[in-house]
């Protein structure tokens, strides 16, 4: 299915640079009829998305720098117990929000990523990063300098990888025989089920389904050995994968298999469904800030996510119907939003006085953000959602 031109989804600019936003691209997914991976017909270059300005600090929630602790606590706790004198190597490591904990432990890491300004801010936490994009020649360069790894994990990254049969060999290359591939990213399963069209975009070249993991990775002789449902991105899976003579494989794999079929992932009418309901959640969420405007209401947004660029370009939303949107990343204060040219404040501006109204872009992180803004509800205002259908959060 279309979405539309896009411009690159993490690509705020400043007010003065509005004249030169001119490029897109054709928004637009298909399901492999032979391996089922859902993935995006055309991705801009890399370097257009990943650069020394990019705009996404991982370390903004508190819920996730919680989750990436206990992620570094499992891969510690489970996969590196009883080795001596392991190597976990984690690809597109940002800030080192999750390294950094392995990295406190003493144990030997290398973090990979490509972004240059967040792999300084890994460095600054500590974090032993080298700023590349990894692929089999940068992986016979680490597996030289280090020796193989132990652990080679990844979170959000693998579903941004355009190249990602080059990655899977350069991981079937760097990793030790017994090893294993731990990562984790959106699930299809969620984005099918709660409409969460939001999450196609530029950076989101696939969203994977066991099904696609296994056709990616089987060939380069790693295979699923488990797999676990993480509430992170609004429904994630994390899988382990190991060379597959060295494994035994656990029964969520089969389960999982078994829930995918019952969910038609595999079926094109599932597709035609999504498709559907994306176009009814454009009208919906239209028909309500539509109302609302002309109802005179002040309508705000909330967490200028790398989502909220699909939603607000393809629902054709722009300044005349959302005020500005309020984000606590320093980075995206006083720029715009790329297509659509809304203003981004911080926090600050978003009490002085509360909007009506605030879209919650960031719906990920609906949990921390109520709780934090309890004032603007308790005040009357309400949270517009759109995931899994538009809709209110009142106090
Ligand atoms: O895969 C990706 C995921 C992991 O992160 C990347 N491609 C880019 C990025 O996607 P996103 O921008 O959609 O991620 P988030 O985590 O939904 O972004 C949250 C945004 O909201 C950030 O800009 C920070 C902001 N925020 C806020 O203003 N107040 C977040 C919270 C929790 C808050 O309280």
């Known amino acids: 299915m279309s979405f539309g031109p896009m411009p690159i989804a993490n690509g705020f600019l400043a007010p003065q640079d509005i004249p030169l936003d001119t490029y897109r691209f054709e928004l637009a997914t298909a399901s492999c009829k032979r391996c089922r991976t859902f993935q995006l017909i055309d991705q801009p270059p890399p370097d257009k998305m990943f650069h020394a300005n990019y705009a996404f600090f991982s370390q903004t929630s508190r819920v996730m720098q919680d989750h990436f602790e206990n992620f570094a606590l499992d891969i510690a706790q489970r996969l590196l117990a009883r080795r001596d004198d392991p190597f976990v190597v984690e690809l597109g490591s940002n800030d080192g929000i999750m390294l950094r904990h392995i990295a406190k432990r003493g144990v030997r890491h290398l973090g990979v990523e490509p972004s240059a300004n967040v792999a300084a801010a890994a460095r600054n936490n500590g974090v032993n990063t080298t700023s590349v994009f990894f692929d089999a020649e940068s992986a016979a360069n680490i597996r030289e300098q280090y020796g193989p790894a132990d652990v080679i994990a990844a979170a959000n990254v693998m579903c941004h990888i355009g190249s990602i049969r080059d990655v899977a060999a350069g991981i079937a290359l760097l990793l030790r025989d017994d090893g294993v591939l731990i990562f984790e990213d959106p699930y299809l399963g969620e984005v099918i089920a709660k409409t969460s069209y939001d999450q196609i975009y530029d950076e989101h070249v696939f969203l994977f389904s066991l099904e696609s993991v296994r056709a990616i990775f089987g060939p380069h002789g790693l295979s699923v050995i488990d797999v676990a449902p993480q509430t992170t991105h609004g429904g994630s899976m994390r899988y382990t994968l190991g060379k597959t003579e060295h494994h035994e494989v656990s029964s969520t794999v089969t389960e999982l298999e078994v829930a995918e079929s019952r969910q038609g992932l595999g079926d094109d009418q599932t597709y035609d469904r999504f498709r559907q309901s994306c176009e009814a959640s454009k009208a919906a969420l239209n028909r309500l800030l539509g109302e609302l405007r002309g109802a005179g209401k002040r309508i705000a947004g909330y967490g200028a996510t790398s989502k909220s660029t699909t939603v607000l370009n393809y629902c054709g939303i722009g300044p005349e119907l959302i005020e500005f949107i309020s984000d606590t990343t320093p980075i995206k204060q006083g720029k715009v939003t790329p297509g659509t040219h809304i203003s981004v404040k911080p926090p600050s501006c978003f009490s002085e006085p509360y909007p009506d109204f605030a879209v919650l872009f960031a719906w990920n992180h ?21 995931v899994p259908e538009v809709g209110m959060i009142q106090a």
């Open 366 to 386: 609906a949990a921390e953000i109520i709780a934090k803004e309890k004032a603007f509800l308790e005040s009357g205002g309400r949270f517009i959602t759109f």
